[in-house]
């Protein structure tokens, strides 16, 4: 059973920068891609990032390419999502996921932090 606990959410104004961090804990982690998902109000919830144990399995939408960037330290069990550049659209609860990374469906996930990108 893997656990995932999100924090660095907050309030940001248009152009800053946040980091998001997800603690895993639980399962064999490195047999797990660990991803970013975003929902925004009255919207569906979308991918934002992904990463893999190796950095080849990466993976970024692009509505946030070039701003975000995902990465994961292998040793403390944590994935990062670095947001620069942030815009009122970024404003959503950002989630972390994690999948055995043979499966399509992302089966476990955190509660949720809440980003907000306002001036």
């Known amino acids: 059973q893997v656990q995932l606990v999100e924090s660095g959410g907050g309030l940001v104004q248009p152009g800053g920068s946040l980091r998001l961090s997800c603690a895993a804990s639980?399962?064999?982690?490195?047999?797990?891609?660990i991803a970013w998902h975003r929902q925004a109000p009255g919207k569906e919830r979308e991918i934002v990032a992904a990463?893999?144990?190796?950095?080849?399995?990466?993976y970024v939408a692009d509505s946030v390419k070039g701003r975000f960037t995902i990465s994961r330290d292998n040793v403390k069990n944590t994935v990062y999502l670095q947001m620069n550049s942030l815009k009122p659209e970024d404003t959503a609860v950002y989630y972390c996921?994690?999948?055995?990374?043979?499966?399509?469906?992302?089966?476990?996930w955190g509660r949720g932090t809440q980003v907000t990108v306002s001036s």
């Open positions: 990463r893999g144990f190796e950095a080849a399995v990466t």
């Open positions: 639980g399962g064999t982690l490195n047999m797990y891609i």
């Open positions: 996921a994690a999948k055995w990374r043979g499966n399509a469906d992302y089966g476990y």
